[in-house]
Nanobody
Framework: QVQLVESGGGLVQPGGSLRLSCVVTGGTGGTYSIHWYRQAPGKQREWIAVITNTGDTSYMDFVKGRFTLSRDDSKNTVYLQMFGLKPEDTAVYFC?????WGQGTQVTVSS
């Protein structure tokens, strides 16, 4: 059974950077398109970006130019590199493949 495990969240100051990881277990990560979502307190979960199994990427406008997706299929891992973080980026970040969701990792941007 495929499972997704996120990590890499934490507390960072505005303008800082974090790299989130999404590890695919129980399957071959390279066969999946991996989506990232986030959910801020009191708000609906929103889609951020996707990296396909061929490495193509797409981003929502509010993260374009600040967030970058990459994948290392030898490690069954997708990375979400985040630069220039803003307080409004504070949320729980989730990765998703088809109907499978990770548990999420908290990102807090605050001074």
């Amino acid at each position: 059974q495929v499972q997704l495990v996120e990590s890499g969240g934490g507390l960072v100051q505005p303008g800082g950077s974090l790299r989130l990881s999404c590890v695919v277990t129980g399957g071959t990560g390279g066969t999946y398109s991996i989506h990232w979502y986030r959910q801020a307190p009191g708000k609906q979960r929103e889609w951020i970006a996707v990296i396909t199994n061929t490495g193509d990427t797409s981003y929502m406008d509010f993260v374009k130019g600040r967030f970058t997706l990459s994948r290392d299929d030898s490690k069954n891992t997708v990375y979400l590199q985040m630069f220039g973080l803003k307080p409004e980026d504070t949320a729980v970040y989730f990765c998703n493949a088809k109907t499978v969701w990770g548990q999420g990792t908290q990102v807090t941007v605050s001074s």
